[in-house]
């Protein structure tokens, strides 16, 4: 069993930053291919980015540049950092271990001036 819980969402500028964080727990959490998840008002869930436990990663083209997703498996933590926010990045932004059904309950984030 993994335990994923997210952590730094909230209220921002367009232009602005922010860091989301998704403490892991549990066995072997350090070996999934992790991710981060989007779900955007009236929409349905999409791909934002994910890294593999050697640290490669990829990104949905409609952050690329602009988000960057980052692991410390000394902490079983994953990272996204947003930079560059834009208005339509507001969503509930979720972490999962890759093809499985370990999901964290989600983060708020909301872009707004």
């Known amino acids: 069993q993994v335990q994923l819980v997210e952590s730094g969402g909230g209220l921002v500028q367009p232009g602005g930053s922010l860091r989301l964080s998704c403490a892991a727990s549990g066995s072997r959490s350090s070996i999934y291919t992790m991710g981060w998840y989007r779900r955007a008002p009236g929409k349905q869930r999409e791909y934002v980015a994910s890294i593999t436990s050697g640290g490669v990663t990829n990104y949905a083209d409609s952050v690329k540049c602009r988000f960057t997703i980052s692991r410390d498996n000394a902490k079983n933590t994953v990272y996204l950092q947003m930079n560059s926010l834009k208005p339509e990045d507001t969503a509930v932004y979720y972490c999962?271990?890759?093809?499985?059904?370990?999901w964290g309950q989600g983060t708020q984030v909301t872009v707004s001036s």
């Open positions: 999962t271990a890759i093809q499985t059904d370990y």
